[in-house]
């Protein structure tokens, strides 16, 4: 059983200025992107605070900072002082509102997976039932058929809806919620 290598992998690209302005600012762009989401996780993770400040290759500013950037200087200039209580609660309530922000932006990404899912199956399973319907279509009454096709109707019908709520909420997610928006999932039955 010699088993070979299909594809190469990940190759490590040399780090070289890129020459290209637009290929130059697309990259930078990529890479703010991939930064801000490894400082979330981190602080996810470990409960730092955390602080970049970086200018595009226009020149334009870009920060993220975490809790504060208020905060994250003041400890940084002086990592030894001690935190108003004040200060430390809005801390919380910041490192608060990230993680259940993060914990919502998962629970949309589960839920639209499981709804592609759903959707590619349904579509596999129309396939093999029009190839199977046509081979038996002279067993089937005309009611039956109609009956059938009403109800493959009415479940594309639903999945199409459930999809489009789950991506007008994934939208709306981007946004702050409310103060008073309750953030546990909504259950129905389907």
């Known amino acids: ?28 762009s990529k890479r703010r992107s991939g930064l801000y989401k490894k400082a979330s996780n981190l602080v996810e993770e ?14 334009n500013p870009f920060s993220f900072f975490h809790p504060t950037p208020n905060i994250f200087l003041d400890h940084f200039e002086n990592p030894n002082i001690e935190l108003s ?15 259940q922000t993060n914990n919502r932006i998962n629970e949309i990404e589960t839920i639209e997976e499981a709804a592609k899912s759903k959707m590619l199956l349904l579509e596999q399973l129309n396939k ?9 279509i002279d067993q089937f009454k005309t009611d039956d058929i109609t009956k059938y096709e009403a109800w493959l109707k009415g479940a594309v019908f639903g999945l199409e809806n459930r999809l489009k ?20 999932p909504s259950t129905s039955n389907e």
Do not use: H, W
């Open 1 to 28: 059983m010699d088993k070979e290598k299909k594809t190469e992998g990940r190759q490590s690209i040399p780090m070289e200025r890129i020459e290209n302005p637009e290929d130059r600012y697309t990259t930078f």
């Open 165 to 184: 709520q789950l991506e007008n909420g994934a939208s709306s997610s981007s946004q702050a919620p409310p103060n008073n928006a309750d953030n546990s």
């Open 85 to 99: 209580e004040s200060t430390k609660l809005v801390a919380a309530y910041t490192r608060n509102n990230v993680n």
């Open 128 to 136: 093999t039932r029009q190839m199977d319907s046509l081979e038996s």
């Open 46 to 59: 470990c409960g730092v605070d955390i602080g970049i400040a970086l200018f595009s290759p226009a020149g």
